[in-house]
């Protein structure tokens, strides 16, 4: 009777977008080093170098995010992601300047919604184990279709935002909006609807 080895690069990687906690010591865990580490090598191109045309922005957000995106999708450089493979953005989508998408919870962003400035959409959390404070734990943004979120506001991990909702500038967004709420504050609360 043979026995089959899982492959830890694999089972790491699941694991990690599964929202398991995942120790930079443990085996497999130099595959998600290597793609941090090409990541930012891929950021640093799109962030520096002079002015890129549209068409060379579209095509390097594709290398970062490691598969094709619609071609309605706009950046504005400079923008920042740690991972960069869990990225899925719909049609029509509008990524502001300095833009920061810590990716490896994953993070959805439907048809026709719009980051302002200085957003920061973190899908990762350290333990809170003062010991264990390197091992991380990643979960889920998703946002809805026609979400605007304003310059400065930050989602963090676990966050579904619905259809239509409007995110106010500089919230803090710890737990899920309905479709079509306006929320503001940190953290953000419901201050309107649509």
């Known amino acids: 009777m043979s026995v089959v080895m899982a492959d830890p690069t694999i089972d790491i990687l699941a694991r990690d977008r599964g929202g398991e906690p995942v120790d930079p010591a443990e085996p497999g865990y130099a595959v998600i080093g290597a793609t941090i580490t090409e990541t930012k090598r891929l950021c640093v191109e799109l962030n520096t170098g002079g002015y890129h045309e549209p068409g060379e922005v579209h095509a390097m957000f594709e290398r970062i995010v490691g598969h094709p995106v619609d071609p309605s999708f706009r ?6 992601t740690d991972f960069g493979r869990n990225i899925e953005v719909g049609r029509d989508v509008f990524v502001n300047w300095g833009c920061t998408l810590v990716d490896r919870g994953g993070i959805s962003i439907g048809d026709g919604s719009f980051l302002g400035p200085n957003v920061q959409l973190i899908t990762i959390n350290h333990m809170r184990d003062p010991l264990r404070r390197a091992t991380t734990v ?12 304003g310059a400065g506001a930050i989602v963090l991990q676990d966050v579904t935002i619905g259809d239509g909702a409007i995110v106010g500038a500089g919230a803090v967004v710890t737990h899920d909006v309905p479709a079509g709420a306006i929320v503001a504050g940190v953290p953000a609360k419901i201050i309107g609807h649509v």
């Open 138 to 149: 990643s979960k889920p943004i998703r946002i809805g279709a026609h979400v605007w979120i």
């Open 75 to 80: 950046l504005n450089p400079p923008f920042y």
